[in-house]
């Protein structure tokens, strides 16, 4: 974990003196304030409490906004820093961040694309080479840096504005054969990521939709790596929504397709997928072999041949996504562990799938019958889930709750529930 910072005595201040409120009455505050602005946010106690504790640096975009308009005073007379630490490799500041996250609006990926040609008033654009070839992968680019931090729901609508515009362009615009070989694998690699966000925004059906543009636009395009992504996203979405065998036969169809370029990681990574359906189909003797290739080959390390959009898949993908497995084969025990591990591990920039695991792991302590700690774990995942816009997150914590709310003559799982109920609903 990040190192505690020494706690915020300006922003507990204003809360205690100048509003007189409680933890929880200023959370609902924000969330009240926060809809007159438009802002669909899920503040609780514990989420005011890592900002006066010094658990975070600063808040959130979102959560920065609100609190001047609700204070009237910027984010250094708060007591936070003016600048955050590095996100990511390169050097990315909060002033950065916030003209990111502010690019995010409802108009700039679509005003974005249209300025490399497409106009609305005018009909056809110009003609277009590989300069606008290169803003369209910058845009897909940004996307997934920024999905990383907050999830899909904020971005997904951005995402399917911009494949739009891309579409437009592609069959208006005047170009090269090779240019246009290069707009539709770029098309293809947004509508992958565009299927992402929408199954992240739990939307599953406009995922799938998606998906099948990627394979069309990739396979126009010759572009086998982007083909071989959107069978492994393929495969997953179909382990999770019910579809296990469906799971099985698009992760064996993402490694046929790669033919002979599918590097260790890969492979590892579709017998990952392999596993994920036998586990839902029950089969522990086809699991528990799947995964066993997938430890094996993700051993062999990485390769000058891997794709750049497996950069996710680290150690304790691995692991978290192995502790599901056994979770739907019963092995609770192995689960727990692996989880813990998981949670140890990840890269604190994968904000989304930090919250996704905690909320695995409270599950894992109800399917062992521990109760308290698995509200306990809960608990300390609202303000990570409070962070990120992801409604498949949410509504795994909302059937959490559903496991728990039997259990509510308990005090802890009665202060998980009132705590968690912004965020629920």
């Given amino acids: 974990m990040a190192a505690k910072r020494a706690p915020n005595l300006k922003v507990r201040a204003v809360r205690e003196e100048r509003f007189h409120m409680s933890r929880s009455?200023?959370?609902?505050?924000?969330?009240?304030?926060?809809?007159?602005?438009?802002?669909?946010?899920?503040?609780?106690?514990?989420?005011?409490?890592?900002w006066e504790d010094g658990d975070v640096d600063c808040p959130r975009p979102v959560y920065r906004r609100i609190l001047a308009a609700l204070t009237g005073e910027n984010m250094s007379?708060?007591?936070?820093?003016?600048?955050?630490?590095?996100?990511?490799?390169?050097?990315?500041?909060?002033d950065q961040f916030d003209d990111q996250e502010q690019a995010v609006d409802r108009r700039s990926f679509v005003s974005?694309?249209?300025?490399?040609?497409?106009?609305?008033?005018?009909?056809t654009p110009r003609k277009i080479g590989s300069p606008e070839v290169h803003t369209v992968r910058e845009t897909v680019r940004r996307l997934k840096q920024l999905d990383e931090q907050m999830g899909g729901n904020n971005l997904c609508m951005d995402a399917r504005r911009a494949l739009g515009a891309l579409n437009r362009l592609i069959n208006t615009a005047w170009y090269t054969e090779p240019t246009g070989r290069e707009l539709r694998s770029a098309f293809a690699d947004l509508a992958v990521l565009t299927g992402w966000l929408s199954y992240d925004a739990d939307?599953?059906?406009?995922?799938?939709?998606?998906?099948?543009?990627?394979?069309?636009?990739?396979?126009?395009?010759?572009?086998?790596?982007?083909e071989v992504h959107a069978y492994a996203q393929m495969s997953m979405a179909a382990a999770r929504k019910g579809m296990p065998r469906d799971a099985v036969d698009l992760a064996r169809m993402g490694q046929r397709a790669g033919r002979r370029h599918v590097p260790p990681r890969l492979v590892s990574l579709f017998a990952l997928r392999e596993a994920c359906g036998w586990s839902r189909l029950g089969?522990?003797?086809?699991?528990?072999?799947?995964?066993?290739r997938a430890y094996e080959a993700f051993d062999k390390g990485p390769s000058d041949d891997d794709p750049p959009w497996i950069d996710f898949y680290s150690p304790a993908e691995l692991d978290g996504l192995a502790a599901t497995c056994h979770a739907d084969l019963g092995d609770t025990?192995?689960?727990?562990?692996?989880?813990?591990?998981?949670?140890?591990?990840?890269?604190?920039?994968?904000?989304?799938?930090?919250?996704?695991?905690?909320?695995?792991?409270?599950?894992?302590?109800?399917?062992?019958?521990?109760?308290?700690?698995?509200?306990?774990?809960?608990?300390?995942?609202?303000?990570?889930?409070?962070?990120?816009?992801?409604?498949?997150?949410?509504?795994?914590?909302?059937?959490?709750?559903?496991s728990v709310g039997q259990h509510k003559d308990n005090p802890l799982v009665r202060d998980f529930l009132e705590e968690s109920r912004a965020l629920a609903a």
């Fill in 333 to 402: 025990g192995v689960a727990q562990k692996l989880t813990e591990k998981t949670l140890a591990t990840m890269d604190h920039r994968y904000g989304r799938n930090r919250a996704w695991y905690s909320v695995v792991l409270a599950e894992v302590h109800v399917r062992k019958g521990d109760i308290h700690d698995a509200c306990e774990v809960a608990r300390n995942t609202l303000p990570l889930i409070a962070e990120v816009s992801s409604t498949r997150t949410v509504a795994r914590l909302a059937a959490f709750r559903k």
């Fill in 77 to 94: 007379a708060l007591g936070f820093p003016s600048r955050q630490p590095p996100m990511h490799r390169t050097v990315v500041t909060s």
């Fill in 203 to 226: 939307r599953t059906q406009d995922a799938w939709a998606y998906y099948n543009q990627s394979l069309y636009q990739a396979r126009m395009a010759e572009d086998i790596e982007v």
């Fill in 112 to 123: 974005g694309l249209a300025a490399l040609g497409f106009c609305p008033e005018r009909g």
């Fill in 283 to 292: 089969d522990a003797k086809a699991c528990r072999a799947a995964l066993s």
């Fill in 25 to 50: 009455e200023f959370a609902a505050l924000i969330n009240e304030q926060g809809a007159r602005m438009g802002e669909n946010t899920g503040c609780t106690s514990r989420v005011v409490a890592t």
